[in-house]
């Protein structure tokens, strides 16, 4: 594919990863129709980015990254509301590390097997941990819902910054995403970032070169879901709400269909991806009410059969990732 | 714990072979499919959705369950011969995870648009009058219709083992699954080999869907429910295991209907549990070969 002049902008973006999205997402609340409309496409574009490590840089499909968005977001929201906790640090903290532990539990099991089996281990994995919170009503809320998180400010060296209005709450969220996009743009270009690549397109290979391919897509499987918890984590503090359908398979769905959409295996395709998503989610549902999920059902088919890197991995061509 | 007479343990566990039955019918198809074709069919259980509403519409307008129990199955499967032509097909040779986030699309699609038809609420399929009753096998009295159920799902293996064993679009199947480029070699067509055992398999998941209707009510989520359920008899039986279908549907759908009987909460947790520990001890499945299409 030719690079025109868009090429040329989406390779220097593609370059520059925290400073295009800090950028983008700066701006973003100022041009949607409502401001937590971006909120949502920050929040969701990171649970997209944490399943695109595993997916689109390691090779693996997983169909149950509900399980850690979920574990994010409960164990976030538990500690603030049932154990009136009042540190947001900590109550992220708890999100992310229950979110890493759960990944590292799953992923004992479901790395035992490739390719398919691991979607489908990931799966079924991802519907226990739904069907135990649906069941710990005393502690998730059950099928209620977790309610009455707090809205807390965020204490830094004493100052109390208020986090009420849905700008102070993106720049919060923007923050974090800054934190974990530089994170994982320092994770793939270190010598571990080569090995999952050397797995994802030859694992057998990486193998026979001595490197510890096991241990490499487990490491990669737990920081993928630590990831997906911390964006799970702010969007119970987004909502002060976290619904049980936060751990059912149709989340999982959705994160699938957002890394697709945008482009499996680049860096900015998830954001694309789940930005497009919820956008055309947020129209379509005017047209078709709860019918939605047909037409992107459809869309989504359309990408796999037509488009499969996506809109951002066709935008950019060949240059960066796949 | 309630009172446990043996009459009501022996009706659970005949419970349980029949929704070991079901899963079995819809385990062996997509085991089928994956054995041949490597591609994992999502859309399986939305397809075993789609079987229980054609029945229940056939049902309506012809007044007659057996009528159904033909047709819903015959349709699903020209269905699933149109989507391997058209929607599998340009797939292959592009590795197993892209057939199966099609199908996972597919599947959205098939359940918001039988939303859209039949409307959301779920629909009652009754079994036809003849199997109304319940049977005395002497020991407890049994409901006709699922003893039915069961013969259906045996003479169905049967006639699948026939076909596998006996014929030799049977014998172009198993070779097929073995080493399919051997079989190419051979001067064999086996595209159509495929198109076929796609259909096949479909119209199995179609038989189920219908002959599970009057049994667990009809409504659009109802194959999303069970294809998980499935996709766990797959991993604990082994992929592109008849054999291995069979028993671990059979142990499953045992499974699910003792801990429902003695511990309603686990229900739907213990599957997963039989999952995990089948695969710390044989990570390939039962009857599973390692290493197949990983």
Same mark, same amino acid.
């Given at each position: 594919?030719?690079r025109?002049?868009?090429?040329r902008?989406?390779?220097?973006?593609?370059?520059?990863?925290?400073?295009?999205?800090? /950028?983008?997402? /700066?701006?973003?609340?100022?041009?949607?129709?409502?401001?937590?409309?971006? +909120?949502?496409?920050?929040?969701?574009?990171?649970?997209?980015?944490?399943?695109?490590?595993?997916?689109?840089?390691?090779?693996?499909?997983?169909f149950?990254?509900? /399980?850690?968005?979920g574990?994010?977001a409960?164990?976030?929201?538990?500690?603030?509301? !049932?154990?009136?906790?009042?540190?947001?640090w /900590?109550?992220?903290?708890?999100?992310?590390?229950?979110?890493?532990?759960?990944?590292?539990?799953?992923?004992?099991?479901?790395?035992r097997?490739?390719?398919?089996?691991?979607?489908?281990?990931?799966?079924?994995?991802?519907?226990?941990?739904?069907f135990?919170a649906?069941?710990?009503?005393?502690?998730?809320?059950?099928?209620?819902?977790?309610?009455?998180?707090?809205?807390?400010?965020?204490?830094?060296?004493?100052?109390?910054?208020?986090? !009420? +209005?849905?700008?102070?709450?993106?720049?919060?969220?923007?923050?974090?995403?800054?934190v974990?996009?530089?994170?994982?743009?320092?994770?793939l !270009?270190?010598?571990?970032?080569a090995?999952?690549?050397?797995?994802?397109?030859?694992?057998d290979?990486?193998?026979?070169c001595?490197?510890?391919?096991?241990?490499?897509?487990?490491?990669?499987?737990?920081?993928?879901?630590?990831?997906?918890?911390?964006?799970g984590?702010?969007?119970?503090?987004?909502?002060?709400?976290?619904?049980?359908?936060?751990?059912f398979?149709?989340?999982?769905?959705?994160?699938?269909?957002? +890394?697709l959409l945008?482009?499996?295996?680049?860096?900015?395709?998830?954001?694309?991806?789940?930005?497009?998503?919820?956008?055309?989610?947020?129209?379509?549902?005017?047209v %078709?009410?709860?019918s939605?999920?047909?037409?992107i059902?459809?869309?989504?088919?359309?990408f796999v059969?037509? %488009?499969?890197?996506?809109?951002?991995? +066709?935008?950019i061509?060949?240059?960066?990732?796949? | 714990?309630?009172?446990?007479?043996?009459?009501?343990?022996?009706?659970?566990?005949?419970?349980?072979?029949?929704?070991?039955?079901?899963?079995?019918?819809l385990?062996?198809?997509?085991?089928?499919?994956?054995?041949?074709?490597?591609?994992?069919?999502?859309?399986?259980?939305?397809?075993?959705?789609?079987?229980?509403?054609?029945?229940f519409?056939?049902?309506?307008?012809?007044?007659?369950?057996?009528a159904?129990?033909?047709?819903?199955?015959?349709?699903?499967?020209?269905f699933?011969?149109?989507?391997?032509?058209?929607?599998?097909?340009?797939?292959?040779?592009?590795?197993?995870?892209?057939?199966?986030?099609?199908?996972?699309?597919?599947?959205?699609?098939?359940?918001?648009?039988?939303?859209?038809?039949?409307g959301?609420?779920?629909?009652?399929?009754?079994p036809?009058?003849?199997?109304?009753?319940?049977?005395?096998?002497?020991f407890?009295?049994?409901?006709a219709?699922r003893?039915f159920?069961?013969?259906?799902?045996?003479?169905?293996?049967?006639?699948?083992?026939?076909?596998?064993?006996?014929?030799?679009?049977?014998?172009?199947?198993?070779?097929?699954s073995?080493?399919?480029?051997?079989?190419?070699?051979?001067?064999?067509?086996?595209?159509?080999?495929?198109f076929?055992?796609?259909?096949?398999?479909?119209?199995?998941?179609?038989?189920?869907?219908?002959?599970?209707?009057p049994?667990?009510?009809?409504?659009?989520?109802?194959?999303?429910?069970?294809?998980?359920?499935?996709?766990?008899?797959?991993?604990v039986?082994?992929?592109?295991?008849?054999?291995?279908?069979?028993?671990?549907?059979?142990?499953?759908g045992?499974?699910?209907?003792?801990?429902?009987?003695?511990?309603?909460?686990?229900?739907?947790?213990?599957?997963?549990?039989?999952?995990?520990?089948?695969?710390?001890?044989?990570?390939?499945?039962?009857?599973?070969?390692a290493?197949?299409?990983?």
């Amino acid at each position: 594919m030719s690079r025109g002049p868009f090429g040329r902008v989406a390779a220097w973006i593609a370059a520059h990863p925290v400073v295009s999205i800090v /950028a983008f997402f /700066a701006v973003l609340p100022f041009v949607v129709p409502y401001q937590s409309l971006a +909120t949502q496409m920050l929040v969701y574009g990171l649970f997209a980015l944490g399943f695109n490590l595993l997916y689109g840089y390691t090779g693996l499909l997983s169909f149950g990254h509900a /399980a850690y968005w979920g574990l994010g977001a409960y164990g976030a929201g538990i500690v603030l509301a !049932k154990f009136g906790w009042t540190s947001l640090w /900590a109550a992220l903290a708890v999100g992310v590390l229950a979110a890493g532990l759960g990944g590292a539990f799953v992923g004992f099991f479901a790395l035992r097997r490739r390719g398919i089996y691991f979607a489908m281990l990931t799966l079924a994995f991802a519907q226990l941990f739904y069907f135990i919170a649906f069941h710990l009503a005393d502690l998730t809320g059950g099928d209620d819902g977790l309610r009455g998180i707090p809205q807390l400010p965020l204490g830094v060296f004493g100052w109390s910054i208020p986090l !009420k +209005t849905p700008l102070a709450f993106h720049y919060f969220a923007l923050a974090w995403a800054a934190v974990a996009v530089a994170a994982l743009q320092r994770v793939l !270009k270190s010598p571990f970032g080569a090995v999952l690549a050397a797995i994802r397109e030859n694992s057998d290979r990486a193998t026979a070169c001595g490197y510890d391919v096991n241990r490499a897509r487990l490491l990669s499987f737990v920081f993928s879901a630590s990831i997906t918890g911390l964006a799970g984590a702010l969007d119970a503090l987004r909502l002060n709400v976290v619904p049980v359908e936060a751990m059912f398979w149709s989340t999982s769905g959705q994160v699938v269909i957002m +890394t697709l959409l945008g482009g499996a295996g680049t860096f900015f395709g998830p954001f694309v991806g789940a930005a497009t998503f919820l956008v055309l989610g947020d129209r379509l549902s005017v047209v %078709l009410v709860d019918s939605w999920p047909l037409v992107i059902g459809a869309v989504f088919m359309a990408f796999v059969l037509f %488009l499969p890197k996506g809109i951002w991995g +066709t935008l950019i061509g060949g240059f960066h990732g796949r | 714990m309630p009172d446990i007479t043996l009459a009501a343990l022996a009706a659970q566990l005949f419970t349980g072979l029949i929704l070991g039955g079901i899963l079995v019918l819809l385990a062996i198809g997509l085991s089928l499919i994956f054995g041949l074709m490597t591609v994992v069919n999502f859309a399986h259980g939305s397809l075993y959705m789609l079987g229980a509403y054609v029945g229940f519409f056939v049902l309506g307008y012809t007044k007659s369950f057996w009528a159904a129990l033909v047709i819903a199955p015959l349709v699903v499967g020209v269905f699933g011969l149109v989507i391997e032509r058209f929607l599998i097909r340009p797939l292959y040779g592009r590795g197993p995870d892209d057939p199966l986030l099609l199908t996972f699309g597919l599947s959205l699609v098939l359940v918001e648009a039988v939303k859209l038809v039949a409307g959301k609420l779920g629909l009652t399929l009754d079994p036809p009058a003849a199997l109304a009753g319940a049977v005395d096998l002497g020991f407890m009295k049994f409901p006709a219709y699922r003893i039915f159920v069961l013969l259906v799902t045996v003479v169905v293996l049967v006639a699948l083992w026939l076909f596998l064993e006996k014929t030799n679009v049977g014998l172009v199947v198993r070779a097929g699954s073995r080493d399919a480029l051997m079989v190419r070699a051979l001067g064999i067509d086996l595209g159509r080999v495929w198109f076929l055992v796609f259909g096949l398999g479909i119209a199995m998941a179609g038989l189920a869907g219908i002959l599970a209707g009057p049994l667990r009510g009809v409504y659009a989520e109802m194959g999303i429910e069970i294809i998980i359920e499935a996709f766990v008899v797959v991993v604990v039986g082994g992929m592109g295991s008849l054999p291995g279908a069979i028993v671990a549907g059979l142990l499953i759908g045992e499974v699910i209907s003792l801990t429902t009987f003695f511990a309603p909460k686990l229900a739907e947790i213990v599957v997963f549990i039989v999952m995990a520990v089948v695969l710390l001890a044989r990570p390939s499945g039962l009857f599973g070969e390692a290493g197949l299409a990983e």
